[in-house]
């Protein structure tokens, strides 16, 4: 996983590839061939050191360390409810493929397990189980431009937040649509939500909507960053 190369057969194995439902954002070009030749053309070098560089793994907990009710709901602005079914995730900025895609298209993207600590700065931690994709192979069907060094994240409750890039598509950087090896509940963030070993609670926005791959920061950098709270955030 830490030597990932984005080579075609690599697509292929995220992808799943029987996704003709995959629709690329914008134009609706099916994922079958046409997106294969697209996003398998060699991405620009930098682009491939800068994205796909091997990054530490953070040691993961085991099944028994899992705190079944240790995640505390930390919702500031109410839980929005998302009707799966009609859910798109939109992936767009300063990329080769915006993308515009369903659960559907999500979940047949390889699914990652990993147990981490989740630590939040208002003074609790605890261990949870995350299933998603990694953010990095969305990040990969998207294209990147070689210049992209932050991924805005917006959700569907008005909640923001701005992550580097490195941090994004590290390996334990996940979409997470599993809590515990469930469907992820609609408090946690559902349908879909960051997880991530490498950040802090607040960074791991919930029901997310959309993913905006930048080469700037804008002067908005997240929802609590904006008040003060440290930019960068890692654990
Ligand atoms: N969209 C959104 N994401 C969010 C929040 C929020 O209020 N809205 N709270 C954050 C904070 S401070 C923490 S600690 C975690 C808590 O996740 P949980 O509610 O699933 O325990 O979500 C983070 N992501
Ligand atoms: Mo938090």
Known sequence: MSNFKFTRRNFLQISGLSGTSLLLGGCGIPIGEGLVG????????????????????VPEFSTKDIEPEGLIVNSFRGNPTIDPANYRL???????????????????????????????VEGWATIVQWGGVRLRDIVALASPKENVKFAYFESADGYYS?????????????????????????????????????????????????ITLVSQLSRYKGYWEDMGYEWFAGI
């Not at 053309?41 to 091997?54: A, D, G, S």
């Not at 559907?104 to 390889?110: E, F, S, V």
Request: with cysteine.
């Open 38 to 57: 697209v996003v398998s053309q060699p991405l620009n070098e930098k682009v491939e050191t800068l994205i796909f560089k091997p990054q530490t793994l």
């Open 90 to 120: 939109v992936i767009d900025g300063e990329v080769n493929n915006p993308l515009n895609i369903s659960m559907a298209d999500i979940q047949q993207l390889q699914l990652t397990s990993m147990i981490i600590r989740h630590v939040c």
């Open 162 to 210: 701005s992550w580097d890039i490195a941090s994004a598509t590290h390996p334990q950087t996940l979409l997470a649509y599993q809590k515990n090896g469930e469907a992820l509940p609609r408090e946690n963030g559902a349908p879909l939500r960051l997880a991530s070993a490498v950040k802090l609670g607040y960074k791991q926005s919930k029901w997310i909507t959309r």
